[in-house]
């Protein structure tokens, strides 16, 4: 996909200030939640297994709700590790401490062969 320059700025600012994690480093986050900030319809159609579903646009409404330990590591997802980098980075700018995007996202994810939830 294609995406505009003024969104890739955004995006590159972003993670001056977010840590990316790769796949083969989840299993060493002991305890993180994973979180896929993808739309609804993305998020129904397929999702790394274990992930919970909270989307970009309600993200920063209603993670207080759903994950009130500040402490605990986050590591959220999108398609390609944009959508998750600009989450992460409203999340830990709401004092979530240990906050960080998946690179490379679900294309990264499933190009490494990695399994999948597939949707309902």
Known sequence: MDH??????LVDDALTRVVEVAPDDLPTLPGHRLLDVREAEEFAAGHLPGAQH????????????????????????????YRS????????KMGYAD?????????????DGRPWSPGT
């Not at 505009?4 to 700025?9: E, R, T, V």
């Not at 993200?59 to 999108?78: A, K, N, W």
């Open 4 to 9: 505009h320059p003024g969104f890739l700025a």
């Open 54 to 81: 909270l989307g970009k646009g309600v993200i920063e409404r209603d993670i207080e709700g759903i994950e009130p330990d500040r402490h605990r590591t986050l590591v959220l997802y999108c398609g390609g590790g």
């Open 99 to 111: 906050v960080r995007s998946l690179a490379g996202g679900v294309r990264r994810w499933k190009a």
């Open 85 to 92: 980098a600009l989450a992460a980075d409203a999340l830990q």
